[in-house]
């Protein structure tokens, strides 16, 4: 009685899309081994891509066979797209088998590999599954293609918008009540050119911006589909370009190419000099821990006509400080937090 080690083989894609399963394969494995009188040794059960024979299960039963030599017969599954998606990659596997006195063999598509006509018919067994896979990306390129062309926008929405479907199952892009009006805030503090890109996301994550991150946050600004555009790269003979998109701009084309040429350094903004108040110098970098607005300060005389500082908060959340004590707490934290600097004179630090 021959012996064999049965190999069930699927990954998550494939039982998703086809209805593949581990359980229906091993049933029929199970039943051809019963009529043909073949005695089962293992089970390997692998949930993994055919693309290659870098798979963990497959490695441990080559390492097995190599150590019990003579022990199994066959390698038995149900169909050569079980076995491998390469043909090149499947006959140097099928060599190393039979260098080890093992068969592999597909119950549903059996060949006899010691005719030579056969291994036309392996190849094609082989290949089919691989070109049946090529078309089906080729098909699903095809369609977002189109649709970009339509203006529809394909994939995971970006910061600032959220996905929806129509009640006809079109897919579409619709502005985040929550993260919009910060991305659009953002856009215009990116415009005014006064700050840095970082110190503005760092706001923005302050404001609620709770998805992605710098990187991403970098991407969506530089992304034309926030102003109504989307963006068809280059493929084949047809170049890249914009066409009108079907979802609502966020800000408008003018305020996008600004910010633009902000990034990009070809707008050089007239920074004005601020006077500094001794008094209230943190004035505009503070940010209110109540509504994260920017606080802002001034002064008010007391009973004795001596002056008081404040900074405050100009929305109605009523956020209050004293600028002395403020100011010292600050002074204060820079001193903790401060490095001392190295003298490259001496071996002392200043």
Known sequence: MKTADIYVRVSTDEQADK??????????LRKYCEISCIDIRNVIYEDYS?????????????????????QTDLILFTKWDRFSRNAGDAYQMINILSNLGVDAQAVEQPLDLSVPENKMMLAFYLAAPEVENDRRALNTFNGMRRAMKEGRYMGQAPMGYINRITPDGKKYIAIREDEGPIMKWAFEQ????????QQIWLAAKMRGMKRGNKSNFWIAIRNPLYCGKIFIPKYKDEEARLVKGQHEPLISETLFYKVQDVLDGRSKIQRTKIKVDENIPLRGFLICPKCGRILTGSGSKGRRDQPYFYYHCTS???????ARELNKSIVQYIKEVAEPLPDLTSNRTL
């Not at 055919?50 to 003579?70: C, H, S, V, Y």
């Open 19 to 28: 209805g593949y399963s581990q359980r229906d394969q091993e049933e029929r």
């Open 50 to 70: 055919a693309k290659t024979f870098n798979r963990p299960e497959w490695a441990k039963l080559l390492i097995l066979l190599r150590k019990k030599r003579g």
């Open 190 to 197: 990116i415009a005014m050119g006064i700050v840095s890109t």
């Open 316 to 322: 109605a959340c009523g956020t209050r400080f004293k």
